[in-house]
């Protein structure tokens, strides 16, 4: 998933004429970790298009990753730096997501976040999935949690 992240990103930034750095610092212990196939890349898609393109100017989108190994679970943040957006907005994405309000067949209405999440809850359960944090001006922010497993011998 990291791989199609990295090129990804490779291929927008040759795409526009402004540059979008990829940071990520995901610990070794996440990277043998197994999740569904595009889980984040439609996260990450959202913030270049959303993010990075709606700036028009260099940008970064950071993966960040955490993981509880006490409390079974770990989370991949996506974060970029653009317009955010503000508190009506951010609320009916989260309710779009989470099932509550129909998504209609637009950019930006929540359709590719909402199929991540569902994915994510159908393979692990309601107690997994997205949490979406923004503000304006100040970038948006998508957290997705998976239960963490432990490595068994012979795993990466």
């Known amino acids: 998933e990291l791989d199609y992240i990295k090129n990804y990103v490779a291929l927008m930034n040759l795409r526009f004429d402004y540059a979008i750095d990829l940071e990520m610092d995901i610990p070794l212990e996440l990277l043998g970790q197994r999740i569904p196939k595009v889980s984040l ?3 990450v898609e959202n913030a270049v298009i959303h993010g990075a393109a709606a700036l028009a100017a260099d940008s970064a989108i950071t993966l960040t990753g955490t993981f509880d190994r006490t409390g079974g679970r770990f989370a991949i943040c996506v974060a970029d730096q653009g ?7 951010l609320e009916r ?6 099932g509550e309000e129909p998504a209609q067949s637009k950019s930006g209405n929540g359709i590719g976040l909402k199929n ?5 809850q159908m ?17 948006t922010a998508v957290t997705v949690s998976f239960p963490f497993q432990e490595p068994t011998e012979g795993s990466p």
């Open 41 to 43: 890349q439609p996260i």
């Open 116 to 120: 991540v999440q569902d994915r994510i």
């Open 123 to 139: 393979a692990y359960g309601p107690e997994y999935g997205l949490i979406v944090k923004s503000q304006p001006g100040g970038g």
């Open 83 to 89: 317009r955010g957006m503000g508190t009506e907005a």
């Open 93 to 98: 994405l989260r309710r779009q997501v989470a």
